[in-house]
């Protein structure tokens, strides 16, 4: 079936570097997109979402760019700090009228001092 | 606001025992999702409800499981009777409007079935 999918599974980066996280989706339909964070114990917490009428949103630290093109979906961090690290989780919401989202596998973010 | 609340946090049980996990959305949210999830499978929808209403459950594994809603502020995931396979963490979520609005989770109730 179709899924959201993630190119690397765990990355880890330098406190104070930019991350970049990436994900691929399959529904060419898909009309919103969100990434979640998860810390160990607890639920996926929203980070930032985008609509698929647009290709760029930025949030505090972290931006989303959307390529419908390719279907793909990135989440930058930048300045990564060592609370940043968690498991970053890319969904898409299907069409359809429902708010059916659909997640991806995760990538695990580890952030070394 | 409290945020979505879980109860109970860990729950562990023998095989064949009824769980009940339950649930209290985010008051004002009209959609309640119920996600499992697993290692090896991530995380997945079990059910959702929209003004109490189940929408689809399509993603619930078979009849052992039921989901209700039976007012805006609770929902219980009942599993009658348990089996090991079903250990995961199960997430309660809740959202203000379909399509195009994140969903808020709660922190998950770790189900061990032993």
């Known amino acids: 079936g179709e899924s959201v999918g993630l190119h690397l599974p765990t990355l880890s980066v330098q406190e104070g570097d930019n991350s970049i996280i990436n994900c691929a989706y399959s529904?060419?339909?898909?009309?919103?997109f969100i990434w979640y964070k998860q810390e160990s114990g607890k639920g996926p917490q929203f980070i930032i979402d985008?609509?698929?009428?647009?290709d760029k949103r930025q949030g505090q630290r972290v931006t989303v760019l959307l390529n419908k093109t390719v279907k793909h979906l990135s989440l930058q961090i930048a300045a990564t700090q060592p609370g940043d690290s968690a498991v970053y989780f890319c969904?898409?919401?299907?069409?359809?009228?429902?708010?059916?989202?659909?997640f991806g596998a995760g990538t695990r973010l580890a952030v070394h001092p | 606001d409290a945020g979505v609340i879980q109860s109970p946090r860990h729950e562990v049980t023998e095989m064949g025992q009824e769980v009940t996990l339950r649930c209290k959305p985010i008051?004002?949210?009209?959609?309640l999702f119920w996600y499992r999830q697993t290692m090896m499978r991530g995380l997945e929808l079990l059910i959702y409800?929209?003004?109490?209403?189940?929408?689809?459950d399509s993603g619930m594994p078979e009849d052992r499981f039921s989901a209700k809603m039976p007012n805006a502020s609770f929902s219980t995931l009942k599993i009658q009777p348990s089996e090991p396979r079903d250990s995961a963490v199960y997430f309660c979520?809740?959202?203000?409007?379909?399509?195009?609005?994140?969903?808020?989770f709660g922190n998950g109730t770790r189900l061990t079935v032993t």
């Open positions: 969904a898409e919401n299907r069409p359809g009228g429902y708010n059916k989202l659909i």
């Open positions: 979520a809740s959202s203000r409007d379909r399509g195009n609005s994140p969903l808020h």
């Open positions: 409800f929209n003004n109490n209403v189940p929408i689809d």
């Open positions: 985008i609509r698929s009428n647009m």
């Open positions: 008051s004002g949210h009209d959609y």
């Open positions: 529904n060419s339909a898909s009309d919103y």
